[in-house]
C-alpha cells in the first residue's frame, strides 16, 4: 500500500519557468518531509524537507509547500535550469521517527 | 561532505548464490540502511541499523540478512540469490534524529544486482 504517492511519472519544463511537483501522502501521522533528487547512475541526494509545523520551506530556488488538511505537499523550483533535469522523490516520516516512506519518484525534464 | 560508498556499481550472480554487497560510510554515522528501488515501486526498506550489531528488519526483509560488525561498515546478504531479487539496491546512512529516520540520509551510488 503507498502511502506517499507521486501521481506524475514526468514532467517537462522550459528553461526559467517554474517547475511544480506533487507528492501526496495518506497517514496524518507523518510529520516530517522530505525532497531528494537523483541523477542517472547516482544515489539520491537530500534536497530540502519541511516539518509538519510549518507550511512553506525555501531554499535559494526551490520552496516545499505543506497543506496538510489536503495530505499534499509540492516542490517549487524557480526558475527552472537544465541541470535541475532528474528524479525527484518525496518521503516521509511517521512522527515516531521510526517508519519512512518514500515516494515512487518523478522524472523532471528541464529543456533549455 | 559524506561519502558513502558501495563496493559494486554492476553484480551478475547466478541463481541460489551467496552474494554480498557491501556498503561503507566515513561520517560515524549511527544509522546505516539498505534499500531496493524498482520501477514504480520507490525505494523499499530491507533492513536498517542504529548502532554496531543491532539491526531491524524494514518493509521487503525476506529473502536478505545484514551484518554490522563496525560503524562505519553494513553488508546486506542474499541467502540463496533468486531471479526476484535483480534490482538496484542503495545504501544509506544518517546521524539519529527524534527516531531513526529523523535526519536526512546520504545515500551511496548504488549497485545494480542482476540475478541470472
Known amino acids: 500500500d503507498q502511502q506517499v504517492k507521486q501521481n506524475s511519472p514526468s514532467l517537462s519544463v522550459q528553461e526559467g519557468r517554474i517547475s511544480i511537483l506533487n507528492c501526496d501522502y495518506t497517514?496524518?501521522?507523518?510529520?516530517?518531509f522530505l525532497w531528494y533528487k537523483k541523477y542517472p547512475a547516482e544515489g539520491p541526494t537530500f534536497l530540502i524537507s519541511i516539518s509538519s509545523i510549518k507550511d512553506k520551506n525555501e531554499d535559494g530556488r526551490f520552496t516545499v509547500f505543506l497543506n496538510k488538511s489536503a495530505k499534499h505537499l509540492s516542490l517549487h523550483i524557480v526558475p527552472s535550469q537544465p541541470g535541475d533535469s532528474a528524479v525527484y522523490f518525496c518521503a516521509a516520516i511517521l512522527n515516531t521517527g521510526n517508519q519512512f516512506y518514500f515516494g515512487t519518484g518523478t522524472s523532471l525534464t528541464v529543456i533549455p | 561532505d559524506v561519502k558513502v560508498t558501495q563496493s559494486s556499481r554492476y553484480l551478475v550472480k547466478r541463481t541460489g548464490e551467496k552474494v554480498f554487497l557491501e556498503c561503507v560510510q566515513d561520517m560515524d554515522h549511527e544509522n546505516m540502511f539498505w534499500y531496493r528501488q524498482d520501477p514504480g515501486l520507490g525505494l523499499r526498506l530491507i533492513y536498517f541499523?542504529?548502532?554496531?550489531?543491532?539491526?531491524e528488519k524494514g518493509d521487503i526483509p525476506e529473502g536478505y540478512s545484514v551484518s554490522r560488525e563496525k560503524k562505519e561498515r553494513f553488508s546486506l546478504i542474499l541467502e540463496s540469490a533468486s531471479t526476484n531479487q535483480t534490482s538496484m539496491y542503495l545504501c544509506?546512512?544518517?546521524?539519529?534524529?527524534?527516531?531513526?529516520?529523523?535526519?536526512?540520509?546520504?545515500f551511496g551510488d548504488g549497485t545494480r544486482l542482476s540475478i541470472l
Open positions: 544509506a546512512s544518517s546521524f539519529p534524529g527524534a527516531g531513526v529516520f529523523g535526519q536526512p540520509q546520504h
Open positions: 541499523s542504529y548502532d554496531v550489531k543491532m539491526k
Open positions: 497517514n496524518s501521522m507523518f510529520d516530517y
